[in-house]
């Protein structure tokens, strides 16, 4: 466990704390830790009581800057005891990428059509990056990981709506890591989760499930084929024009007047 | 005040909660009045008491789940009494995104290289869709809340380096603001607060403040111009340019092998 030091950000020495704000002066303290490289992933935190006593606030203060750190995907918290309890450092940004948008959306702090729209630009900027990464080595990129999800989504008539769209959503997510950018990966996971609800309401309004499957299916391996043979700008538009599609079907974005589908 | 109804989140007369997840049932609770309309931004929260004995839940859990919802953005809480007092929806995404960045970036959730190129991929969707829109209209895109900020940059010897950068900063975040999409907006803001410090901490290795500073200014202008002539890949380039020169003049990534200089 990395020690919690003494600095400028209101020890027990000093001036009394706002109850109501002393929550962000735990936060800022852990932030500070984290910069500068005393507390890296894996590290156990202090416990409550310490972090209270040493910060010169209440436990439940430090309660709540514990919560925000989960929620954030900073740390985990296990119960118990022993060398396994307390909150350990993470780092898991996914989480809390998807809890954000997730919040956001249902808050109407994001537009669904934004997310889509953002949706397209990552996913673009991912293929784009696999199909010149691939195209640049003699024996192409390996996309293992996210072809494995497509075998599995080809297990017809016992892979249910529910679990085709989230082997779905897997190889998008696969595609975006085996990119290897941790940023746009996260944010994918964020988009997709905060609008999962709607892409699952939007099946009872296709024609037919079977045809929409099938489709969907050939459109993910045509979009793994243009990556492999090193042609990005096929593999962008393959990849818009897969994703414009589905959610034009379901009547979750209007089709004809958006600029999506230009 | 959007009254808070009884629903199957564990209410008080169910089986009694875990403690430890107490706050979980209040976040769930509130997001499905968020989703559900029940609560829209401009709505008060019930208070923590009421909210505590409607859910079954301790007043500290209630507390906890209200930081983790400020801390996203979705609330801002104000002390004292009267109307103004207590928590108010707001949905306000970019702030909540700017923290999650930020404490990513400082738990090594997030490579800063990765931050770098997510930010090239955001901001040329943005030039590209301004440039689009701008080469539709016969009178051409109002960048004006854009240009102004550069004029701000414009006042020789006044502006101190820290200025500037903010400045610079505004001026990336007023195009994405530009080009309505509220979802890549606060994720460039997010994006570049993460690496705020870094930015900063690069300008003592610049040659010539003096030399660098007139350079993004002109750069800054180049791209406006693009942008207004309505040329997308022009608009790009340039954007790509001034974002990869800045970084690799400042040594914060390095220049030569890097795909971001492609």
């Known amino acids: 466990m990395t020690a919690v030091d003494a600095r400028a950000v209101s020890p027990a020495s ?4 706002d109850p109501r704000r002393a929550w962000q002066v735990v936060l800022q303290h852990i932030e500070a830790d ?4 005393r507390l890296v992933p894996g590290d156990h935190l202090p416990a409550e009581r310490t972090l209270a006593s040493e910060l010169g606030v209440g436990r439940s ?3 709540e800057a514990l919560r925000v750190l989960e929620v954030l995907g900073l740390i985990r918290t296990q119960t118990g005891s022993g060398p396994q309890s307390g909150a350990i450092i993470v780092a898991r940004p996914s989480g809390g990428m998807s809890s954000l948008m997730r919040l956001q959306v249902a808050a109407q702090g994001f537009d669904v059509r934004d997310v889509v729209k953002t949706r397209l630009v990552l996913e673009a900027a991912v293929v784009t990056e696999l199909a010149e990464a691939s195209g640049a080595r003699v024996d192409g990129l390996d996309l293992g990981p996210a072809v494995e999800l497509l075998d599995a989504m080809d297990a017809d008539g016992r892979v249910s709506e529910a679990e085709f769209l989230a082997l779905d959503a897997a190889f998008h997510l696969a595609l ?6 941790a940023v746009i990966a996260s ?9 999962e609800s709607y892409v699952l309401a939007g099946v009872p309004n296709l024609p037919s499930w079977a045809e929409t499957s099938g489709r969907l299916r050939h459109e993910h391996r ?3 084929d243009a990556i492999e043979t090193g042609d990005a700008e096929l593999a962008r538009g393959r990849v818009r024009a897969h994703i414009t599609g589905y959610y034009t079907e ?3 974005i209007s089709a004809p007047a958006d600029p999506l589908t230009r």
Request: hydrophobic share 55%; no cysteine; net charge positive.
């Open 14 to 17: 000093a001036a009394p704390i």
């Open 34 to 37: 984290l910069l500068a490289g």
């Open 61 to 63: 203060s430090v309660r």
């Open 176 to 181: 975006a890591e085996l990119s290897g950018n």
């Open 187 to 195: 944010m994918m996971a964020g988009l997709r989760n905060s609008i």
């Open 222 to 224: 045509s979009i793994v």
């Open 250 to 252: 379901t009547n979750f």
